[in-house]
């Protein structure tokens, strides 16, 4: 064992709230970090990770103070250095990739020129050479042409393209820590696996040491040698990652793992019950004792101290032996998907196309040049969702899956093709439906903080529906208000708060009760829990089920997370460029025969269990829009078949009645065992 | 007015006591608003402050600087000062008063409506927008008041005119950070018309930048009828008013710069004022402007 690179040492960082108190959001936090090593940091939002992940580069966000402890990089104290010096060291020796990569990078500077910049400040690189070496980082970052690419502007390029070139600005000085806040997340699976397969590469390569910050625990399983968990700005669990995720001694990790859905489990898990405490509000005792199962008068009377209990395990809790030693909580063996088949169909959509291709005079122009229309943005969708079912669409961003809920609300004009709500045609815009027709289509949103109006009360939000559609009076709608709010698991005194006072998992849970206040048929949840903490995650979909299994209603699921979709879905129908590629059964489509895609998807999903890497399975490739011919995922398949592929549309393979796969590989072909990725052996285990 | 009412005009859905401490830990603000305060209070209780009658001519004391009897001195015509400066603003706050509530109300229905439109509509009248505030305001006021004769409802006009095309555009650009957002998707798929879109969902979450914009448009009304007034289109003499008494003073500057000083300094302080308070309101909301 080599003299760590950063020590950290009961470091305390706190923010001056607008009453001008100190409120701490890191708290006693000691870490060490080798040359080399890969440190993971984990746990809800709000629990001062980001903080303490910018403490490392001797940064502090504005109205940040330090209130007691030190940040030692190889013997420098960080938080006492000059400025000058701090400058040299960060984008140097020690580099940042954060979390948004769109939005850290110059706008109006092309890329390689800004990874030319960070050469010429902390290299001291002459302008041609620094062109040169940019270059060769961009492609050591996989990134394609990397002359062309160079010279063009970040809004060019994809989020995964983003990601990379922040990344080789941060690798630009050749540094020895690279900190990562939430380097992958926002990006897609397959994206992911392949920037984390690069961050891999590079750290071998390079013997850089790496942070991982993350909430994602599938994340931090696969890339980190070592975990600190945290939470309420206290790290309360530590230790080797391989140890943590096969034996959890703090209730908190306990829970986080317990209740994270997991793709080798087709059952939704226990939600930990509560939230945490804002930012700096705890009380005296342990943080987590609210919501602790173990909690007792002695975890509110004295806060518990950081014990180390054998090799580099540490855990901060009174009652960890009872709490390593207490049985697994149950997983929630709830008969699911049994609805498939049996029950009429609801929403049908036939041969459905959907194109955002300009109409008019432009188009007119066009094609009387002899342009043809671009081919639609999603094409030939049949599909058939029944009553008290759900269906899942899954696919990457851009696959087309909001653009067909959009359609099904009426938000969206089909370009051709037919759509039924309970034999009714639905193909109307929603001015145009009959009242009773959009009673019957409620939508639920990904992001909770868009999805309400901040200037309305939870109760003038959940009023409007009832008075539009049921004609209620004020107090009708109150009382069935409150009704609805007790179902979300929320009580009446949430009525008069507006969506600002309320938690991420809170705002959602009265997106739901908004929609179910107009007892719809068929509720299209888009992305509904993807912007929520992992054990907010879990909640919300238990209540989900908990309402389809009371009221009957259909859920048109729509998620890119292949782990959720398995919890909750009946169907799945994966989609690739606004093409169907599979449809099936959840057990049939994850299990083979796969379609390439699914399988990629499949084999890039993170799972949680450390060493066994998900891997990037498709070929590295951005293709651009979906062509006129041939198979959409052409480009990525790493089975393609020249040339049919390229030219001739797949054709729909029949594995039986319920399950389809469109590829021009034969039923046999694409049963083949996957080899060489975890996916088999994840699977494997479920079978 | 109650907590709940101010939480919803916020960004963070603070409290009303939350806004009002921070409007009050800036200085200039709260001195913005306690200068405003004496200006409404002085313009409201005018007659029964006047030590004398604004309109009394005494020829023994033209141009006599000020003493116990007239702190502020008299004019030519030995008009007593104080008595005309102290209700000398009425008409022109009354004007920016109503002219800022109507511009605010009028530009910014048409800016959060077109911007939640959008498309051609939109197009169109924004160029209509670009065209009114491309006319240099003085110039517009002129015209105006020179067509249509110079009754008080004719400058009142002529400022909303000239005044709401920029409210126009700031709603547009504040609502169009909302019509994006998913609770007006949740609208449109409910069925909602565009007017109850804009009423219901949209025009809550502008006010706050209208209520600032309310405040700076005051000023520059407040500013311009002065102006008119001193160019001799405005209140008519001997009405008292600051604008035309800088007009009426302006040639004795030498003799008796008292008949123009403290005119000034009246409209000076009701202008600085407004903008103070505006810079409060805007900063205690959350919306500072500066950054």
Redesign the interface.
């Known amino acids: 064992m080599n003299v760590p690179l950063l020590h950290v040492a009961d470091l305390t960082i706190g923010y001056r709230t ?2 001008g108190m100190v409120r701490p959001v890191v708290r006693d936090v000691s870490l060490t970090i080798a040359r080399g090593e890969r440190l993971g940091i984990v746990g809800e939002s709000g629990c001062g990770k980001s903080t303490l992940a910018l403490a490392l580069l001797g940064y502090l966000r504005p109205g940040g103070l330090v209130l007691g402890g030190v940040v030692r990089f190889d013997g420098l104290d960080l938080l006492r250095l000059a400025p000058p010096a701090l400058q040299r060291l960060r984008g140097g020796r020690i580099a940042l990739v954060p979390q948004n990569a769109g939005q850290s990078l110059t706008p109006s500077m092309p890329v390689g020129a800004q990874v030319a910049e960070v050469l010429a400040v902390h290299r001291g690189l002459g302008p041609a050479s620094a062109r040169a070496r940019a270059v060769e980082l961009l492609a050591g970052v996989r990134l394609p042409a990397p002359q062309l690419l160079a010279r063009r502007y970040p809004h060019e390029l994809s989020g995964g393209q983003q990601q990379r070139v922040a990344i080789a600005m941060a690798l630009a000085s050749e540094p020895e820590l690279l900190v990562l806040d939430e380097p992958t997340t926002g990006l897609d699976v397959t994206t992911q696996a392949h920037v984390l397969d690069l961050l891999d590469d590079i750290g071998e390569r390079t013997g850089a040491a790496m942070v991982y910050v993350s909430h994602d625990l599938g994340v931090i399983a696969r890339a980190s040698d070592r975990l600190a968990v945290m939470y309420a700005g206290e790290i309360v669990e530590g230790g080797s990652t391989r140890d943590l995720f096969a034996e959890q001694r703090h209730p908190y990790t306990r829970g986080l793992l317990t209740s994270a859905l997991r793709l080798d489990r087709p059952v939704l898990p226990q939600a930990m019950p509560g939230q945490p405490p804002a930012p700096g509000f705890h009380g005296s005792g342990c943080a987590f004792a609210p919501r602790c199962a173990f909690a007792d008068p002695i975890c509110v009377a004295a806060p518990p101290a950081l014990e180390v209990i054998g090799g580099d395990r540490l855990v901060r809790c009174h009652h960890w032996r009872r709490a390593a030693t207490a049985e697994t909580i149950e997983l929630d063996p709830r008969p699911r998907h049994t609805r498939v088949n049996g029950a009429a169909p609801l929403i049908e959509l036939h041969d459905v196309s959907v194109t955002y291709a300009r109409r008019g005079t432009v188009a007119f122009l066009r094609r009387a040049l002899g342009n043809p229309d671009p081919p639609p943005t999603v094409q030939a969708i049949t599909l058939t969702l029944r009553r008290g079912a759900t269906l899942a669409l899954v696919g990457e961003s851009g696959s087309g899956k909001s653009t067909i809920a959009r359609a099904i ?3 969206q004009p089909l370009h051709s093709g037919g759509l039924r709500l309970g034999g009714a045609n639905l193909a109307l815009p ?2 145009r ?1 009959p ?1 009773d027709m ?1 009673r019957r ?3 639920v ?3 909770p903080d ?8 939870v109760g003038e939000i959940l009023e ?2 009832q008075r ?1 559609f049921f004609g209620l009076t004020r107090a009708e709608c109150r009382t069935r208000s409150i009704a609805l709010l007790e179902q979300m698991r929320l009580g009446a005194h949430y009525l ?1 708060r ?4 309320l938690s991420g998992g809170e705002k959602q849970r009265v997106a739901i009760a ?1 929609a179910f206040a ?1 007892e719809p048929e068929i509720i299209l949840c888009d992305e509904v829990v993807s912007a929520l903490d992992v054990s907010v995650q879990a909640a919300v979909l238990n209540l989900l089920a908990e309402l389809q299994a009371e009221r009957g209603v259909s859920y048109l699921f729509i998620s890119h997370d292949l782990a959720v979709v398995r919890a909750i879905a009946d169907q799945v129908a994966v989609l690739y460029q606004g093409r169907l590629c599979e449809i099936g059964s959840v057990a049939q489509v994850y299990t083979p025969p796969f379609h390439p895609y699914t399988a990629s998807l499949l084999a890039a999903a993170p799972i949680l269990t450390p060493g066994r890497r998900a891997r990037a399975f498709d070929r590295d490739e951005t293709p651009g829009g979906p062509p006129a011919r041939g198979c959409p995922f052409y480009h990525r398949c790493p089975r393609r078949i020249e040339p049919a592929c390229a030219v001739e549309d797949p054709p729909w393979r029949m594995v039986d009645e319920h399950h389809a796969i469109r590829c021009h590989l034969s039923l046999d072909q694409l049963a083949e065992p996957v080899a060489a990725t975890p996916l088999s052996i994840a699977l494997g285990e479920t079978r | 007015m109650d907590a ?1 009412i101010i ?3 916020t ?4 409290s009303l006591r ?1 806004v009002w ?2 409007f009050r830990h800036s200085t200039a603000a709260l001195l913005g608003a306690i200068i405003l305060v004496l200006h409404l209070v002085v313009a409201l209780a005018a007659p029964l402050l006047a030590p004398h009658s604004p309109t009394a001519i005494n020829p023994e004391l033209a141009l006599a600087a000020p003493s116990w009897e007239h702190p502020f001195g008299n004019d030519r015509f030995g008009r007593d000062l104080l008595s005309r400066v102290l209700p000398g603003g009425r008409i022109a706050l009354a004007i920016s008063l109503a002219g800022a509530a109507l511009s605010v109300v009028l530009g910014g229905f048409v800016g959060v409506m077109f911007g939640y439109l959008g498309g051609l509509a939109d197009e169109a009248a924004m160029r209509i927008v670009d065209a009114l505030i491309s006319i240099p305001g003085l110039l517009l006021l002129l015209v105006i008041v020179t067509g249509l004769g110079s009754g008080y409802a004719v400058i009142l006009l002529a400022m909303v005119l000239s005044y709401a095309p920029g409210v126009a555009r700031v709603a547009r650009a504040a609502a169009h950070e909302f019509v994006p ?3 007006i ?2 609208a ?5 018309s565009p007017l109850t879109v804009v009423m ?2 949209l025009w ?2 502008v ?1 706050d930048v209208l209520l600032v914009e309310f405040a700076m448009r005051a000023s520059w009304i407040a500013l311009a009828v002065s102006g008119l007034s001193f160019l001799g289109f405005g209140v008519n003499p001997p009405t008292p008013d600051w604008g035309l008494m800088i007009a009426e003073n302006r040639s004795m500057l030498a003799l008796a710069p008292w008949g123009v000083v403290f005119p000034i300094l009246a409209i000076g302080s009701l202008v600085v004022a407004l903008n103070l308070v505006a810079d409060g309101i805007a900063r205690a909301l959350g919306l500072d402007r500066s950054r």
């Open positions: 607008r009453d609300a009426g938000l929603v001015q439906r009242v959009r289509v409620q939508l949103f990904q992001n868009a999805s309400l109006n901040p200037r309305h009360t409007r529906p539009l008069d507006f969506p600002g006072q908004r107009a | 709940t939480a919803r005009y960004t963070d859905g603070s939350e401490r921070t957002r998913d609770f998707t949740a449109r798929a409910r069925g909602e219901r969902e809550p979450n006010l």
